[in-house]
């Protein structure tokens, strides 16, 4: 994505925040809910050296709900989930762990989507230890 693509689509994203009368500090507080830093990953999804570049894993739980999985898959399709694995996200028996991947078209904004929403408290970097 370059620089103007993504200086306009931050201007779409606050002129949406300001008529859903969202602040600045429910943005901020939504940014603070994804735990790992974006900033090394390429348009693409990717990071890493070259010739070794790799996509980066993130998970995060959501309420065992139909509506809620379906709102998270309209979001990013390319989730999986996982009733019965707590994860890194340490999701409860009565939650689900959906993991994601940054190769995926908009990925950042799939991320930053999901971070708006109120029942996913916090997106984590997934490494597979």
Excluded: N
Excluded at 69 to 81: A, E, G, H, N
Excluded at 97 to 113: C, F, K, N, S, Y
């Amino acid at each position: 994505m370059t620089f103007a693509a993504r200086v306009s689509g931050l201007a779409l994203l606050a002129v949406a925040m300001f008529a859903a009368g969202c602040t600045a500090d429910a943005y901020r507080r939504e940014r603070e809910k994804i735990e790992f830093d974006m900033a090394e990953i390429d348009d693409r999804g990717l990071e890493g050296p070259p010739g070794g570049r790799r996509r980066v894993a993130y998970e995060f739980c959501i309420p065992s709900r139909q509506d809620y999985i379906t709102q998270v898959r309209v979001i990013d399709p390319s989730l999986q989930l996982f009733p019965t694995v707590p994860g890194r996200s340490g999701c409860t028996t009565e939650q689900i762990l959906a993991i994601g991947h940054t190769a995926a078209p908009q990925w950042r904004e799939r991320i930053e989507r999901l971070a708006a929403l109120r029942y996913v408290k916090r997106i984590l970097r997934s490494d597979f230890e």
